[in-house]
């Protein structure tokens, strides 16, 4: 049974815009998350995390919320660039282990 | 600073032939090391992890095994590689303590003929 889910296999967005990449989890008591970026053939990068006491965290242009009644998370990417495209994997805290969501690859346009 | 190595970055291997992947960590000390595949086209699926030296978490029963013969140091190996084994192979350390961030390695890209 997955415990992390990224319903969205891809998604695409025009140069400037917004990014809206979305997560869900199954379990409420998780408590830390965290979103990866992976470019092909290369080890996946730590973008930002959030603590289940806060519902928003902002770093530069990624900001990621935080949902917990409805266990959801979502990653925003203002402004969007080329240089994002890549696979987002979302991921949740479990002891000393991550469980990730199968990732979105994200498509910015120029 | 901290950094990760992997090697080899890529390797093709028949089926039925064993496998070692090494794994090491520079600039901390007592990590915990993981060890992923990506098959294609799929997430990250967490094979092993071990908080110390010599100790061992497997994840899902497989033709693969792992061991930490030094402290900064994992290696993921196999007797007789299967087909289905082939995929992107990487190496994950964090600190250990409340913080659960994971630095991962740059990965090896694992054929299987």
């Known amino acids: 049974d997955q415990q992390v889910k990224q319903n969205s296999p891809s998604l695409s967005v025009q140069e400037g815009r917004i990014s809206i990449l979305n997560c869900d989890y199954t379990?409420?008591?998780?408590?830390?998350f965290l979103w990866y970026k992976k470019y092909p053939a290369e080890g996946p990068t730590f973008l930002i995390s959030?603590?289940?006491?806060?519902d928003k965290n902002e770093d530069g242009r990624f900001t990621v919320f935080l949902n917990k009644s409805a266990k959801h998370l979502s990653l925003h990417i203002v402004p969007s660039q080329p240089g994002d495209s890549a696979v987002y994997f979302c991921a949740v805290a479990y002891g000393n282990k991550l469980v990730f969501g199968a990732g979105t690859i994200l498509r910015v346009k120029s | 600073s901290q950094t990760i190595h992997q090697w080899p970055a890529t390797l093709v291997q028949p089926v039925g032939s064993p496998l070692s992947l090494e794994c090491t960590v520079e600039g901390t000390s007592n990590p915990n090391l993981y060890w992923y595949r990506q098959a294609a086209g799929r997430g990250l699926q967490l094979l092993f992890y071990?908080?110390?030296?010599?100790?061992i978490s497997s994840e899902v029963p497989q033709n693969l095994s792992a061991s930490r013969p030094q402290d900064r140091q994992f290696i993921l190996s196999s007797k007789k590689l299967l087909l289905s084994d082939s995929g992107f192979y990487l190496c994950a350390w964090s600190t250990g303590t409340g913080f659960n961030e994971q630095f991962f390695g740059p990965g090896t890209r694992l054929t299987v003929l």
């Open positions: 379990n409420s008591m998780f408590d830390y």
């Open positions: 959030i603590s289940s006491i806060k």
């Open positions: 071990s908080v110390g030296i010599g100790q």
